[in-house]
Every structure is written in structure tokens, then in C-alpha cells.
């Protein structure tokens, strides 16, 4: 009976060992931990928040990202966060606070905070992302020729202004894209959106062909050249059924917008005109990330231009290199014109992403037709020039969801229930094993021709535990087990009084 629980307990061990490190091996442990990290650090932010309050919490993370940044002669950091009654509160890198309730006040801003810097120095101001988004009058109580930055988790951004008239202001995420800021949460939004990895295996670039294939692989070609992805011919008729193929993936289409109307043939008819509320409708249900690159033009790639050269979407070869969306428009918009983001809910688990050239004042997607740089070099040579985008894709939610999953179509609160399931389980296997016994009673050598056989089915057996029926009854295993050490540990002195008992009579009659 020992050697059947240390055999046991061996390869619990060996398999607690192994699937941890297939595990780490997949990053999935990281990435739990991750989410892990995350959970601790927003409990720890929402218990500081409850003491010292929001505004003075996002005032922290302010001066934490200050406190890091390096010294630089000529060049001064502060953190800055203002109060709803209008009052600037500054924090330097050595964690000195000054707060500023007027324009008297803020004149000694540079002799409280800054002392050792030159009256030359230039000054960057890094604002709580709340005090970001205060009105333009709030914000034109800081100094004139400060460099502002607005702060968001462990990044922060320079600022621009939008335009003179409104003053609205927009984060610089990279030299070529702005991000508006019209609310703090579609800000958050955009930024967590633009930084995630570009997953180049799931990107599909579509031509619409009339009478063209009428389904679409479920994995994407490439070019064994250059390793890029091939561009996917389909029937635009087609398209919308198409899309329940690709499941989960990115999807690119190009075409004249007018409207809801996504004209993709020269035709003009209107059996050739694609709805746009209907292929965002099919790609909500298919979970696809829906990327609209809109031109002038209903040109499509992949066929020949007038110099027999392949068509292309100018710029997206270099674009689809790239390691995150935001580098991913950021290269668009060099191609072109530096481009400008907004973030909106789109629907349930949706947003829509909007990038318009950033200089264009007024006017709606659709009017967007105004001349990028190098746009008519493009037409020229036949190739697709681009005047904005617009993606319907999975929201912050959905995607921090799809990452937490260790197996695919199997929500992620299921996988990690059945995950403490199962160290419950192990946790307390002297109770599960028992009960896994009484379910699935052990083998018998002689019923079995060969060792081989034998221990085949142990080892089915011991995987069907493991990945069956721990994950369904680990944590009630180990509830029973708690108990059982429960009433063990109330009866200990009752045993320990015996055994004295028993002890002390030994002794006597010795």
C-alpha cells in the first residue's frame, strides 16, 4: 500500500513538473501571471484610491514614471495633476510636491521644484491622464513653453494640439499617429488597441473578383520569397458568407466608400456594391477583426498594372512587417500622411477605429479624398493609395480574454477554474485518488497478456484523473479533505491524552 502511494505521488510530481513546463514552455504560465500581476496591482490601486483618492492616486503613477526617467542637463520632469477646484499639484523626481492655487503661485513653480536647473532649461510636464482631458482653460494655467505629456499606465506620450479653435489636444503614439483625446476611456481604449502585437500568420488581404472563388481558406497563403501573406481572391457576392471561414482572424478589404456602400468594382451596379453594416455584422459573428483601407478607387490588389507589375496597396507591404498596430499605422501613415485615431464603441465587445489623415479639418470619412503625399505617384503606377481606415475589432475586453485562454473556443474563467481545480485535486489526492478509485477501480496485472498492456491502461487511467476528473471535483476532493483535517485536528488532544494515558500505565506496570 506505501509503495502504490509513493508510486503515486512520483508521478503526480512528474506530471506537475512536466505540465508546467509545456506550460512556460507556451507562455501560457506568463501569461496567467500576467493577468495575475495585473488583478494584484488594480486591487492595490482601487485600496490606495480608497485612501488617498483618485486624483491623487493618478498623481502617483505621474511621479513614479517622472522618478524614472533620466537627468538630462539642459532638460526638467514633472508630474502634474489638477483638482476639480482648479489647483495644480506638481511632484519633481526626488518626490518633492509643490501645489499651485493661482498664477502668483505658479511663477515659484521653477524655485520650489527646480532649483538646480538653469532658468534656460526646457520643462516637461507629464499630466495625470485625467488632468489630460480637463477643459483647455485648466490647461492654460501651466507654464507657456512646457513640453506636455500625458501619462497612461507605464507609458506616457507627448501632446499636440489638435487645432488653435478647439484646442483639442492628441497624444503623439508614433512620429506618424496621433491619438484624439475626446474621452479618457475611448483614449484608453485606442492605446491598449494600437499596442498590440500584429499577428502577421492571421492577416488576410482580400480582392474582390467577380466570379472569383466563392470560399476562403481557412489558413492564409504566402509568399515563399519574402514570407508575406498572399492576397486572397473571393466573389464579393460571397464575402460576407466567406467570413465564418476565417474565423478569428484579421481580414483586410479595400474599395471606394460611399456611405454604407463599399464599391470594390469599377461596374457601378448596384449587385456590385458591398454593405458595410452587413460585412460588420458577419464579422462580429465570426469574432474577425474587419480592416476597411479606403480609396478613391475601386482597384484591387493582386492583379497587373499598365507596367505589368503587381498591384498593391501602397505602403501595406511594409506596414504588415511591423510588430504592433501602431507601428502598423504609423508606416501607413509615412507612406502618406501622418494619420490621426479615435476609438469608439462600435457594439457589444467591439470597437471601431478610425484613422484619417491628421491634417484634414472637417468633413467625414467618406469626403476624405483630399491628395496624400505620393498619392498620385501611386495612381500613376497602378497601385492603390489610400486615404484613411476604418477597423471594426475586438475590444479591450474580448482581446484580454482571448489572450488568458490556455486551449482555443474554451472560455478562459473555465480554464482557469478547472486549473485550481485540479491542484485542489492534487493538493489533496489522497482524497480524490480514493474517490477516483471508487469510479475507476485500479487494474489487475493477470487480467492483462503483456506489461506493455498493463501499463498502458494505468497510465490511461492515471491521465483520465488528471485532465477528467480532477478538473470537475478537485476543489470538492480538497473541500473534504479540509474537513477531514479539521475534525483530525479537533480530536488531536483527545489522542494525545491517550497516548500520555497509555504512556504513564506502560511505566507503572514496567
Known amino acids: 500500500m506505501r509503495a502504490r502511494r509513493l508510486t503515486l505521488q512520483i508521478m503526480m510530481m512528474c506530471f506537475v513538473g512536466a505540465f508546467a513546463a509545456s506550460a512556460a514552455h507556451a507562455g501560457w504560465l506568463s501569461t496567467l501571471g500576467k493577468v ?68 502668483s503661485e505658479m511663477g515659484r513653480l521653477n524655485a520650489a521644484l527646480l532649483p538646480d536647473h538653469p532658468g534656460d532649461s526646457k520643462l516637461a510636464v507629464y499630466l495625470s491622464q485625467d488632468s489630460a482631458f480637463k477643459d483647455a482653460q485648466a490647461l492654460k494655467a501651466l507654464p507657456a513653453d512646457a513640453d506636455l505629456h500625458i501619462v497612461a499606465g507605464r507609458d506616457s506620450y507627448p501632446l499636440v494640439r489638435a487645432s488653435e479653435t478647439t484646442g483639442l489636444l492628441k497624444a503623439q503614439i508614433r512620429p506618424n499617429l496621433t491619438v484624439a483625446l475626446t474621452s479618457p476611456e475611448s483614449f484608453a481604449e485606442a492605446v491598449y488597441l494600437l499596442n498590440r502585437p500584429l499577428n502577421k500568420s492571421n492577416v488576410r488581404m482580400l480582392a474582390m473578383e467577380p466570379g472569383g472563388p466563392k470560399q476562403l481558406a481557412s489558413v492564409p497563403a504566402f509568399d515563399k520569397t519574402d514570407k508575406t501573406t498572399l492576397v486572397d481572391r473571393i466573389d464579393p457576392p460571397r464575402l460576407v458568407e466567406a467570413l465564418g471561414k476565417v474565423r478569428g482572424q484579421t481580414v483586410l478589404v479595400t474599395g471606394r466608400v460611399e456611405g454604407d456602400a463599399l464599391h470594390t468594382v469599377p461596374s457601378g451596379l448596384v449587385s456590385d456594391v458591398l454593405s458595410i453594416s452587413k460585412l460588420r455584422a458577419a464579422a462580429e459573428a465570426a469574432d474577425v477583426n474587419l480592416v476597411v483601407l479606403q480609396s478613391a478607387s475601386t482597384r484591387q490588389p493582386g492583379g497587373r498594372n499598365w507596367l505589368w507589375q503587381k498591384v498593391e496597396v501602397a505602403g501595406l507591404k511594409d506596414a504588415l512587417k511591423q510588430p504592433n498596430y501602431a507601428d502598423f499605422f504609423d508606416t501607413l501613415g509615412s507612406n502618406h500622411s501622418p494619420l490621426s485615431v479615435t476609438a469608439a464603441q462600435d457594439s457589444y465587445g467591439r470597437t471601431l477605429l478610425q484613422a484619417v489623415p491628421r491634417d484634414v479639418r472637417g468633413g467625414g470619412l467618406t469626403d476624405l479624398y483630399g491628395p496624400w503625399a505620393g498619392e498620385v505617384s501611386d495612381e500613376l503606377k497602378g497601385n492603390i493609395a489610400i486615404h484613411s481606415v476604418t477597423a471594426f475589432v475586438r475590444d479591450r475586453d474580448r482581446e484580454q480574454e482571448l489572450d488568458a485562454r490556455f486551449i482555443p473556443g474554451v472560455p478562459s474563467w473555465i480554464q482557469i477554474l478547472a486549473i485550481c481545480h485540479l491542484i485542489l485535486g492534487l493538493v489533496a489526492h489522497q482524497v480524490s485518488w480514493r474517490w477516483w478509485g471508487k469510479i475507476w477501480p485500479d487494474e489487475e496485472r493477470g487480467e492483462y497478456g503483456s506489461a506493455v498492456g498493463y501499463h498502458s491502461a494505468r497510465t490511461v487511467r492515471f491521465l483520465a484523473f488528471v485532465f477528467v476528473f480532477l478538473p470537475v471535483a478537485g476543489g470538492l476532493s480538497f473541500m473534504w479533505y479540509m474537513l477531514l483535517s479539521l475534525w483530525d485536528a479537533l480530536h488531536a488532544p483527545a489522542r494525545w491524552t491517550r497516548a500520555i494515558r497509555v504512556w504513564f500505565s506502560a511505566r507503572k506496570t514496567a
Open 36 to 103: 495575475a500581476t495585473e488583478a494584484g496591482e488594480a486591487g492595490a490601486h482601487a485600496g490606495k484610491a480608497g485612501k488617498l483618492g483618485a486624483g491623487l492616486l493618478a498623481l502617483e503613477d505621474a511621479a513614479a514614471l517622472v522618478a524614472k526617467l533620466p537627468s538630462l542637463p539642459n532638460r526638467a520632469a514633472l508630474a502634474a495633476h489638477v483638482s476639480p477646484e482648479g489647483h495644480w499639484t506638481f511632484v519633481n523626481k526626488q518626490g518633492e510636491s509643490f501645489t499651485a492655487a493661482n498664477a
